[in-house]
């Protein structure tokens, strides 16, 4: 990795002699650059993707060149959480609850087919279609798994868009106080408690019953 690349500060010219010794950079590149190089994934997994993230951390590809080999099993000690496999209903309140615990700033990789869209399973009774339904997804993984090569241009991916964060206009840096997502709840179906509202008007709707006239339309006529 090309360290002064990712910290010297753009049009200010270093001599050659000194591009070994000497960054120009300003607080906020080495903040972001640091970030970048030290992030820690979650230790879980849902189905056949995780199998391919355990490769990736594995000896033949290794993403501790990155900088991410501490997997923490608990999420107070994790900010990335990769969301490898299926998405079912039942799991999905345990996957909210986790990414709530995250510390902050936290991000999250929907990796394979399944957590980017529901896959193969889209239209089952029991699979979630897309893990962004419910909490904001930082990079997309396509794939039905994904390859490591995959997962790691991901992650590749991830780091760029944490180097170019602007301590400014990003939200984890406001002093705003962060809100919860509201966990789904699960009964005979899944739902989400922000559209709980929503939900009631269109179950409360009147029936309607065939040859029957409204008032407003008697009125009309």
């Not at 002699?17 to 820690?40: A, D, F, P």
């Not at 056949?48 to 993403?63: G, K, L, P």
């Not at 501790?64 to 107070?76: A, D, I, L, N, T």
Request: aromatic share 8%.
């Amino acid at each position: 990795m090309d360290t002064n690349q990712d910290l010297n500060r753009p049009g200010i010219e270093i001599p050659a002699e000194l591009r070994q010794q000497v960054t120009i950079t300003t607080l906020e590149r080495i903040y972001n650059w640091g970030r970048s190089n030290s992030m820690w994934p979650m230790m879980f997994g849902l189905a056949c993707c995780a199998i391919e993230m355990i490769c990736t951390a594995a000896s033949r590809y290794d993403f501790s060149r990155f900088g991410m080999e501490v997997m923490r099993p608990s999420p107070r000690q994790a900010d990335v959480m990769i969301v490898a496999g299926t998405v079912t209903k039942k799991m999905l309140p345990q996957i909210v609850r986790l990414y709530n615990q995250m510390s902050i700033p936290k991000y999250v990789v929907a990796m394979g087919s399944c957590a980017s869209g529901g896959g193969p399973f889209k239209e089952g009774y029991n699979v979630v279609p897309g893990i962004d339904t419910y909490l904001p997804v930082d990079v997309y993984i396509a794939g039905c798994p994904p390859t490591p090569q995959a997962l790691l241009n991901g992650l590749i991916a991830l780091q760029n868009k944490v180097k170019n964060e602007s301590m400014k206009e990003t939200g984890w840096y406001s002093k705003e106080q962060a809100i919860d997502v509201p966990i789904p709840v699960l009964g005979p179906d899944v739902y989400d408690p922000r559209k709980i509202d929503l939900i009631y008007t269109e179950t409360h709707k009147p029936e309607e019953v065939p040859g029957e006239e409204t008032e407003s339309e008697g009125e009309s006529k």
